[in-house]
């Protein structure tokens, strides 16, 4: 059985495990981030934002305000759950319970508990 460079030394085994560990955005080693998380993002998709936020159960259901035009970025409605919210973004969703307007304070890269949604946003309404 023939063994691959990387098993031989020890600088490919290296090189292999820095491939591992890159960064998804920034494309470089997460060593060199700092602290070794990954940085935060400066936008995120409208749909994950929503799901994140807790404002729906699930993405699809984001998904399907936007498409119908239930949400406005900005006073803009939005028509595409792939459009970009920034921080400091106003966003008013027209839901069943009623009309909410948030302004966009972070993201998140994972959808937690309820009291890290919170963190999310600032209620304006």
């Known amino acids: 059985m023939q063994r691959s ?6 600088r490919e085994r290296q090189r ?15 060593d060199s981030l700092g602290d070794g998380l ?4 400066d936008r995120q998709r409208l749909d994950r934002w929503l799901w994140h936020a807790r404002l729906v159960r699930t993405r699809g259901a984001a998904a399907a305000l936007a498409d119908a035009g ?11 759950p792939g459009h970009h919210v920034r921080a400091g973004d106003v ?4 839901l069943d319970r009623g009309v909410r ?3 966009v304070r972070a993201f998140a890269e ?7 949604a919170e963190a999310l946003y600032e209620e304006l309404t």
Not at 5 to 10: G, I, K, N, V
Not at 16 to 30: W, Y
Not at 70 to 80: E, L
Not at 110 to 116: I, L
Request: proline share 10%; glycine share 4%; charged share 25%.
């Open 16 to 30: 292999f495990s820095e491939q591992i560990t890159l960064d998804r955005n920034n494309r470089r080693p997460a």
């Open 70 to 80: 239930y949400v406005r970025i900005n006073g803009t409605r939005v028509d595409a």
């Open 5 to 10: 460079a990387a098993e031989h030394d020890p």
């Open 101 to 103: 307007v948030l302004k």
């Open 110 to 116: 994972r959808r937690g508990p309820a009291t890290a």
């Open 91 to 94: 966003i008013t969703v027209a």
């Open 38 to 41: 990954p940085a935060a993002p």
